[in-house]
């Protein structure tokens, strides 16, 4: 009898902690998911997007109009024959403005040379002396961060006070520059005062100022590439240009390329150091008129507006056509 008490309360008790097991097992299992609780996550999600583009339509109208207003009025304007006033009664000419912009051989396309040439010359100075200021940065060494303070320096002055600085430097007289070269048994040089050297002279005032931009771009582009394949490089007995050439260069791509498409845009469009310098039409034989120069002197000294807004979009053209021409070689080079 006492056996037969003591097996049935074994039983009992091993039947209690099973349930109570199962309990506990059931306990930290999830629940069934509540009736509409995904339709209202869905809900909450679709809330959550429509606020978003709600609180970002403002910010993106505001820029699509400066954006698309300028170019819409400008291109209307070319197709019309403005003069004197742009609000003035005027007709609408078709593209008369246009095939009168393209025939101009006496002072459009020179313009249009003259852009091309200041843009291509200034831009690969500046990319070759960047580059090479970057690689010589890229390794730390002592005073490197006065090195930098200075190397930013041309950056911190408007073109404006930089041609203004440069004018009295290069002055024929007076400026230092033909001190200099006199000391060295160099003939004093005209500089911006002559035809023939106004627009080189230009091109490495534009070099002076902006290489520092392209170095401090090259350089963040070096500072993010891995060192594992210039090592294996320079085990394999490669030397310092072989590592450059095939190594660090094609690594360097992708930066190289998007800091050429942004300083080439902005080289296109140099205005206030050349009016700095040599003033309206870019100086007495437009020797430094660019495209810009051109369509401003249409502007503001003879009041032609429909024919500067035709030579506006076609130069606008000629950004793009540069740019979309700098984008598919820098892709041919990366792949």
Avoid: C
């Avoid at 992708?254 to 902005?266: G, Q, Y």
């Amino acid at each position: 009898m006492p056996a037969t008490e003591t097996t049935g309360t074994t039983e009992t008790t091993g039947t209690k902690a099973v349930a109570a097991a199962d309990r506990g097992a059931t306990a930290g299992k999830p629940g069934p998911t509540p009736r509409g609780a995904g339709r209202r996550q869905r809900t909450f999600e679709q809330a959550n997007r429509r606020l978003k583009w709600a609180m970002l339509a403002p910010a993106v109208l505001f820029v699509g109009l400066m954006i698309v207003f300028p170019l819409v009025f400008t291109l209307n304007l070319s197709l019309t024959d403005a003069f004197g006033a742009v609000n003035a009664d005027s007709a609408h000419t078709g593209l008369r403005n246009f095939i009168d912009a393209l025939g101009d051989t006496r002072r459009f396309w020179p313009a249009a040379r003259r852009t091309l040439v200041f843009t291509v010359g200034a831009v690969v100075l500046e990319t070759v002396l960047g580059l090479a200021l970057a690689m010589l940065m890229r390794k730390p060494f002592r005073g490197m961060r006065w090195v930098r303070t200075v190397l930013i320096i041309p950056l911190l002055a408007t073109p404006v006070a930089i041609g203004i600085l440069w004018l009295l430097i290069l002055d024929p007289t007076n400026g230092i520059a033909n001190h200099l070269l006199e000391a060295v048994g160099v003939p004093r040089q005209e500089f911006l005062g002559s035809v023939g050297q106004s627009l080189p002279t230009l091109m490495l005032i534009d070099v002076w100022q902006w290489t520092p931009m392209m170095t401090l771009l090259l350089l963040a582009g070096l500072t993010t590439l891995p060192e594992e394949p210039e090592e294996a490089a320079l085990m394999d007995g490669a030397n310092a240009w072989q590592r450059f050439r095939y190594v660090v260069l094609p690594m360097l791509g992708p930066t190289l390329a998007t800091a050429l498409v942004l300083r080439a845009v902005d080289a296109l469009k140099t205005f206030d150091i050349l009016y700095a310098t040599k003033g309206a039409g870019g100086g007495s034989d437009f020797e430094v008129e660019t495209l810009n120069v051109y369509a401003y002197g249409l502007t503001f000294d003879y009041q032609e507006y429909g024919l500067a807004a035709a030579v506006l979009v076609l130069f606008t053209l000629f950004i793009i056509g540069v740019v979309v021409l700098l984008r598919r070689r820098g892709g041919r080079k990366n792949a």
